[in-house]
């Protein structure tokens, strides 16, 4: 069964809206996770590095303001995209693994559609 | 700045032949490879690799790692339909456990 659960697994929203997408870890804890944003037909690209109990780290070019996220506790990540755009459309998907050297584990995915 | 390529970008083959997927690898602070298999949705695991020489094996999957010419292969033997699918490689570098992806081959496979 999966280890890292993220939901919702699709969601439309209006232009100009927010959306929250949430990321767990079932069965352990994750200081750390990631962020994963992937357009058709393009690979993975991190966006960001969820740290629990403080600020994420964002990769060049991402915008901290536009993605929220809060890593409340070990088991909990949540990306939300402020004021929406149809160019932020995409696939987004977190990461998580159980501890040092150990095995990364995705989530199940989330499809934003942005109208 | 840390980079994966893999190659094919693309292959096409029929059921049964035997195919090999390329990944070659220049980051800083190198700790593991990984490779998934992506359908539609998340990427599932299929090998760590951390050590050079050394085969990891599943069934017809197969693996390997080479640090020093800095590239890995994945192997798959009498392929099925089912095994269409993205396969991503990733490179986890430096200290802070991200991992840097490759544009990924679309391997379909033809009855």
Sequence with gaps: GAVVSQHPSRVICKSGTSVKIECRSLDFQATTMFWYRQFPKQSLMLMATSNEGSKATYEQGVEKDKFLINHASLTLS??????AHPEDSSFYICSARPGPGGTIYFGEGSWLTVV | EDKVVQSPLSLVVHEGDTVTLNCSYEVTNFRSLLWYKQEKKAPTFLFMLTSSGIEKKSGRLSSILDKKELFSILNITATQTGDSAVY???????????????QGTRLTINP
């Excluded at chain 1, 949540?78 to 004021?83: I, P």
């Excluded at chain 2, 991503?88 to 490759?102: H, M, N």
């Design chain 1, 78 to 83: 949540t990306l939300t995209v402020t004021s």
């Design chain 2, 88 to 102: 991503l490689c990733a490179v986890e570098a430096g200290g802070a456990q991200k991992l840097v992806f490759g």
